[in-house]
């Protein structure tokens, strides 16, 4: 199984991007996936998730403003991230929680400037 994440970028306060995670291998419909982030000097946070029946769940610094969605036809899960601040750069890295076993992406790098 392998993530590979994409859509990452520069931008100006205010803007969007919207990141896709792609997903090999036959798992990707029946198991959790979620975004996280990590601002340099900080700890991995968890942004958003999204369960298979497609239930989301968002931290405080981001509803209203992004949202997780999932495609199981394609193995893909997104963040559509709107009205972008400067505390949201981070590298951003999707999330497989299989119960056995954990998987990333290698992230995907977003700056937003003021």
């Known amino acids: 199984v392998q993530l590979q994440a994409s859509g990452g970028g520069l931008v100006q306060a205010g803007e969007s991007l919207r990141l896709s995670c792609v997903v090999s291998?036959?798992?990707?419909?029946?198991?959790?996936m979620a975004w996280y982030r990590q601002a340099p000097g900080k700890q991995r946070e968890l942004v958003a998730s999204i369960s298979i029946s497609g239930s989301t769940n968002y931290d405080n610094s981001v509803k209203e403003r992004f949202t997780i969605s999932r495609d199981n036809a394609k193995k893909t899960a997104y963040l559509e991230m709107n009205s972008l601040k400067p505390e949201d750069t981070a590298v951003y890295y999707c999330n497989l929680d299989h119960p056995l076993k954990t998987y990333w992406g290698q992230g995907t790098q977003v700056t937003v400037s003021s």
């Open positions: 291998g036959s798992i990707f419909s029946i198991n959790p």
